[in-house]
């Protein structure tokens, strides 16, 4: 599996319990708490702290930031900036990039941000051509933050009365919803 609190991914198990499943009652749900995901007490155990003793696998909880801004929310911001390609004039994506790389420089001007990457290039992008899923290879959570920013603000020029496809509505929509839902400014 892919979770110490659930059985995601599992390859054993019964039944599949599909990983990347989403949605409100995704299979891995019920499988939250079935297994005991050590065999031995970390040695963390041993640092005093308030635990029921059957349960001693919450200490190692999921946090906001490291599942969003360097998970989830990464690979959403590198696979929309990555579909922007399309939507770009140039002959290769090299090209495209540095188009990008003007806008979102101009936008962090403009806000007053000073990006720790100030190139969108492809390697930040973890791609070597389109046929590659991105990845997002930044380090630091908060340009995920950034991304989505300038993303949302690059919404009028890149796609306002330029596309109808359904695809880049999905975009628009998942930023927004990310941004509302989980208040980032």
């Known amino acids: 599996g892919i979770c110490h609190m659930c059985c995601a991914g599992k390859e ?65 911001a590198s696979s929309a900036v990555i579909e922007y390609l399309d939507l770009i004039s140039g002959t290769s994506i090299e090209k495209k990039l540095e188009t990008l790389t003007e806008d979102f420089q101009d936008f962090c001007k403009r806000s007053k941000e000073c990006p720790y990457y100030k190139r969108l290039t492809k390697a930040l992008f973890g791609i070597n051509s389109l046929q590659d899923l991105p990845s997002g290879s930044w380090t630091k959570g908060d340009y995920t933050t950034l991304m989505f920013a300038w993303l949302e603000d690059s919404f009028p020029r890149y796609l306002d009365g330029k596309t109808t496809d359904p695809l880049y509505l999905k975009i628009v929509l998942g930023l927004c919803f990310t941004r509302f839902f989980l208040f980032l400014p």
Request: charged letters at 20%; proline letters at 12%; hydrophobic letters at 35%.
């Open 12 to 76: 054993d198990w019964p039944h599949p319990v599909p990983y990347e499943q989403l949605g409100q009652f995704p299979a891995w749900r019920d499988t939250i708490g079935v297994l005991k995901p050590y065999s031995s007490p970390s040695p963390l155990f041993k640092i005093p702290f308030c635990y029921d003793g059957e349960k001693c696998e919450q200490i190692f909880r999921f946090d906001l930031f490291h599942n969003f801004h360097s998970g989830v929310g990464k690979a959403f």
